[in-house]
């Protein structure tokens, strides 16, 4: 059976992403967009940390959490674009690893919860050299964010 991936299943502007763009710009990050210079056009990226961040739908990366369901009808179609979009996500990550960049994940589902977001975030922060610009921290804190 022939089935062709939609070129366009990674949508731009996303809930998820707006979200993150808002917490970043709240700590005075700066960041660009859907850089089309890189490997998979990475939703966020700062250049001068070398970090890029991909912000994945759930479903259409299979994150494997509640959202990740595969639709019963067509089981198999479903599971070939799974598959692909899988692929292509590694082959991305692969090529930006080789150009020097850092890959973060980022899923929906994380972000959609304040709590995890900001755990994410920190971590971030700390791997840039930033977490003082986000409050005070302890030092069993930093330890865990150096994980
Ligand atoms: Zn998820």
């Not at 912000?55 to 674009?81: A, D, L, S």
Request: aromatic content about 10%.
């Amino acid at each position: 059976m022939k089935f062709n991936l939609p070129k366009k299943h990674k949508s731009k502007n996303t809930n998820p992403e707006l979200k993150v763009r808002a917490h970043l710009r709240y700590n005075k990050v700066s960041y660009r967009i859907h850089c089309k210079a890189l490997p998979g056009t990475p939703d966020i990226v700062m250049p001068r940390y070398k970090i890029a961040i991909n912000i994945n739908g759930c479903f259409w990366h299979q994150h494997g959490c509640t959202n990740t369901k595969v639709p019963n009808k067509q089981r198999e179609i479903w599971e070939c674009k799974f598959d692909k979009v899988k692929s292509r996500d590694a082959e991305n990550r692969l090529k930006l690893e080789n150009l020097g960049w850092h890959v973060i994940d980022l899923w929906e589902c994380s972000i959609m919860n304040e709590n995890v977001l900001n755990e994410i975030l920190k971590k971030l922060y700390f791997r840039m050299g930033i977490l003082e610009w986000y409050g005070k921290i302890t030092d069993a804190e930093k330890i865990n964010y150096a994980a």
